[in-house]
């Protein structure tokens, strides 16, 4: 094990092969194994293994497995719960609340939040418009126009609408 700052792995019994960094690192983390915890606060009651947190009091409760967690307060809450005992989850964010990216690396699923973009194709997943209920796919090239395909989430259940049209500007 490798623990550097105040308290960092204070309470490690039989943990090993850990790296702890930070203030109070892991501090309360008496068997984990295989962890790699950089910041303040980072990890600091988590009990599972396998786990990579980096950022100031990221993965602070958790108590699963093969995790990484980036960022100020990653993995502190997950889609509005605690996630106290996730495991095989990415986190990368500064603000606990709004997750940048989600994934869980068992289910091949990973969320963004906000425009995802894939540059080369230019292809974006996005809010299209001023509303939330217009979401959907644009396909573009440097210059306009775009192609999109959108939800508009009008209409009664079962009703609602796709479009494909063309977006100037």
């Known amino acids: 094990n490798t623990f550097i700052g105040y308290a960092s792995g204070d309470d490690n019994t039989s943990g090993y092969q850990n790296t702890y960094i930070g203030e109070r690192a892991a501090a309360n983390n008496a068997t ?4 790699t915890m950089i910041g303040s606060g980072v990890g600091i009651s988590s009990t ?7 950022g100031t009091d990221c993965g602070r409760n958790n108590a699963g497995e093969g995790n990484v ?8 809450d997950v889609v509005g719960g605690a996630i106290q005992d ?3 989850t990415l986190v990368i964010t500064n603000d606990r609340d709004n997750q940048l990216i989600y994934g869980e ?3 091949k699923l990973v969320r963004v939040n906000g425009e ?3 540059e080369a194709d230019n292809l974006s997943f996005r809010n299209i418009g001023s509303t939330d209920s217009n979401r959907g796919i644009l396909f573009n090239e440097t210059v306009n126009p775009v192609f999109g395909i959108t939800y508009d989430g009008e209409g009664s259940e079962g009703e ?7 977006y100037i500007g």
Request: glycine fraction near 12%; charge should be negative.
């Open 32 to 35: 984990g194994h295989l962890n």
């Open 48 to 54: 599972g293994n396998e786990n990579t947190f980096l």
């Open 69 to 76: 967690f980036i960022g100020n307060e990653a993995g502190w």
């Open 86 to 88: 996730a495991s095989n």
């Open 105 to 107: 690396f068992d289910n």
């Open 116 to 118: 995802m973009q894939v």
């Open 160 to 166: 609602n609408r796709l479009h494909f049209r063309e």
